[in-house]
């Protein structure tokens, strides 16, 4: 395999807050070839957009920590200078934001907005030339009446044309490395399915190499090759869509394939849940931080596994469970299909 | 753009109508006294009233005394007696003097106010930025009436570097106009450019936690363009409605305590000598003439703020 494009190594963030150091990454490693989508999954405050972010190295700042490396082509950029940063983004890394409402300034026309970007990078690009490119593009997103939607305000357009325009801008520039950050969260589910639909198309055509950051497990069943689960900071289990779908290794990624709602099996007559709330990162649990949620907690969970394969056959499908894979395999049926039981109940007078 | 112009026009009529209808009816309908005698000042005599009492047909329906009112006012023809003068005359000799001094501070003070905010803002946490607070919080809480005679004290009588008042015409003498107008001008700003550095700095605050400032560094956009392009310019918005009431109601009356401290013969000091000596033409016609700028100002400012907010632009579409 060719060296990767982009590659994460042991990055960990944290931020100091009054109340003590929060560590909102801790310790993730993938790598990201070209034409390949690597999808970011978990819950809200998991750490998943950290990550994102300080990828494109926009959470520096004076309380942060970063450690780690990350480096794209070769190139380190933990410790890139910030005029060096500014120079990658957009031009080789781009980002997509989650709330199309609120990601674009709503005192510019959007064309000038996405001319802006081209113009940050390419300075002797003119007015006129820039905002050809971006009817060019506008078409390429599947914007209707491109050569006159240029010139509408962010208000002017509905949430699913102004996250195609966000696309288009992150693509001008024909990046090498796309951050989708929850890019279809804000949208309805019609929308949902045209926007990634794009996604995938983009990423085919111009062998984008595509982070995908979401809660949506639907989401990443349809585009994603490989996938991360974070859990509290962590990396709980990663490994290839097959491999995280059809044979997941960690309780949480169940739960997470159980509370998902599903058209071709019986209706449940409640839709399954992760009880509980993930922990603060501010006073985690010894050892695992999903234990007081899981169903399956035994003698050894006080000590944190690592990241490690734990499949005779696969050394890409790492997981941080002690239970071994025979146990696994039977703890994970529920009702028949894939799922996390209800919490025992403790404590109950 | 034309219609939103329009539309904010005919408000701004409507208004000023009825704003003169208040002037009416708080000076000729409700006072006991006879309105005639008002307009006539103390020491008037009864010829004097009778004549005012016929020449305003006071006997008369309330419309009709509405609409005498209005037409003395637009042509020239309200009166202070004591002495004999109109009191647009009086307003607009006292034009140059406020405009200098009105307009000269709010240049200074919305200037300094944003530039001391937006050094606040970019250093927020800073060194810098705690010595601005603290230099903004002294100049909200000095009064006026405190800081002129102080800035007169020390320039004029100890230093001897700036004359203690008057007002010299631009025309006559331009160095001496600039020299008799730096003390009041300061006086007039400091209060504001406390105010204003705190709003802006507050503002921008604000602005740099929205999504839009984030993606405009993600597409690689340098701190200060994203300061000032994204930053600043969205902070601005409301201070440009902030500062076009002020600036407004500076001319209107604010300037008045300075113009007296300084022996400004202005609008101001006008209107003081007139409210001192209870004389109700000048009153009234300092009234109405503040509401018309406080009005215009606003409707200016509407105007502004729907060119730098395309959203405010309502009821129009895209093309227009």
């Not at chain 1, 325009?165 to 990046?175: D, S």
């Amino acid at each position: 395999m060719s060296a990767p494009l982009l590659s994460v190594k042991d990055l960990r963030v944290g931020f100091a807050t009054e109340e003590g150091v929060v560590q909102a990454v801790d310790g993730v490693n993938f790598d990201l070839a070209p034409g390949e989508v690597v999808a970011i999954v978990g819950e809200s405050g998991s750490g998943k957009s950290v990550t994102a972010q300080t990828i494109i190295g926009l959470t520096r700042a004076n309380n942060a920590r970063i450690e780690g490396s990350v480096k794209l082509g070769g190139e380190e950029l933990t410790n890139a200078g910030d005029a060096a940063m500014r120079r990658l983004r957009g031009e080789r890394i781009a980002m997509v934001f989650q709330d199309p409402m609120t990601s674009f300034n709503p005192v510019y026309r959007l064309g000038d907005q996405i001319v802006e970007a081209i113009r940050a990078h390419r300075p002797d690009t003119s007015k006129k030339q820039g905002r050809q490119r971006v009817v060019e593009l506008f078409e390429a997103v599947g914007i209707p009446d491109a050569g006159r939607r240029v010139d509408d305000y962010p208000h002017e357009f509905s949430g699913g044309m102004r996250q195609r325009a966000m696309i288009a801008m992150a693509l001008a520039l024909e990046p090498e490395v796309l951050i989708a950050d929850e890019p279809t969260t804000a949208l309805d589910v019609t929308i949902q399915a045209q926007i990634l639909g794009l996604i995938e198309d983009l990423n085919r055509e111009h062998n984008l190499a595509t982070i995908l950051i979401t809660h949506d497990l639907g989401v990443v069943a349809e585009v994603a090759d490989r996938v991360l689960v974070m859990y509290a900071g962590k990396v709980v289990e990663q490994g290839t869509l097959d491999e995280i779908f059809y044979d997941p290794q960690h309780p949480y990624t169940w739960g997470l394939l159980g509370s998902l709602t599903r058209l071709d099996r019986p209706r449940p007559h409640r839709l399954p849940q992760i009880a509980g709330s993930p922990p603060s990162l501010l006073d985690l649990p010894e050892g695992c931080p999903f234990r007081p949620r899981c169903p399956h907690e035994f003698s050894k969970c006080p000590q944190y596994p690592g990241l490690e394969a734990r499949l005779p056959d696969s050394s890409d499908h790492c997981d941080r469970c002690w239970l071994t894979p025979e146990e696994k395999r039977e703890k994970r049926m529920v009702e028949g299909q894939i799922g996390l039981e209800a919490p025992r109940q403790v404590g109950r007078a | 753009m034309v219609r939103f112009v329009a539309r904010r026009l005919v408000g701004m009529i409507t208004v000023l109508f009825a704003v003169s209808l208040i002037v009416f009816v708080v000076f000729m309908v409700l006072p006991k006294q006879n309105p005639a005698q008002s307009l006539a000042g103390k020491n008037a005599t009864p010829l004097l009233v009778k004549s005012i009492e016929e020449e305003w047909g006071f006997d008369e329906s309330l419309p009709q005394q509405y609409l005498t009112m209005m037409e003395r006012v637009f042509t020239g023809e309200l009166i202070q007696y004591e002495p004999r003068i109109p009191v647009s005359d009086r307003v607009i000799e006292g034009i140059p003097a406020t405009f200098s001094l009105t307009i000269g501070a709010a240049a200074i003070w919305l200037f300094f106010g944003l530039l001391l905010g937006y050094l606040s803002a970019v250093r927020a946490g800073g060194w810098l930025d705690r010595i601005l607070t603290g230099v903004s919080i002294a100049g909200i809480s000095i009064p006026v009436f405190l800081l002129a005679p102080v800035l007169i004290y020390v320039f004029a009588n100890k230093l001897e570097i700036l004359p203690n008042g008057q007002y010299v015409p631009f025309s006559e003498d331009p160095t001496e106009w600039l020299k008799h107008l730096i003390l009041p001008w300061i006086t007039l700003a400091v209060l504001s450019i406390g105010f204003y550095s705190r709003v802006l700095r507050s503002n921008m605050l604000d602005v740099m936690n929205e999504d839009y400032v984030r993606t405009a560094r993600a597409k690689g956009l340098s701190e200060r363009q994203v300061m000032t392009r994204h930053v600043l310019r969205n902070s601005l918005i409301p201070v440009i409605t902030l500062f076009g009431l002020d600036f407004g109601a500076t001319i209107a009356g604010t300037a008045i305590i300075t113009e007296v401290i300084f022996s400004i013969d202005g609008i101001g000091n006008y209107a003081a000598e007139g409210v001192g000596k209870f004389e109700l033409p000048p009153i009234m016609g300092v009234a109405l003439y503040g509401a018309f700028f406080v009005v215009l100002l606003n409707t200016i400012v509407d105007v502004v703020y729907a060119y730098l907010d395309p959203r405010v632009r309502l009821g129009e579409t895209a093309s227009s």
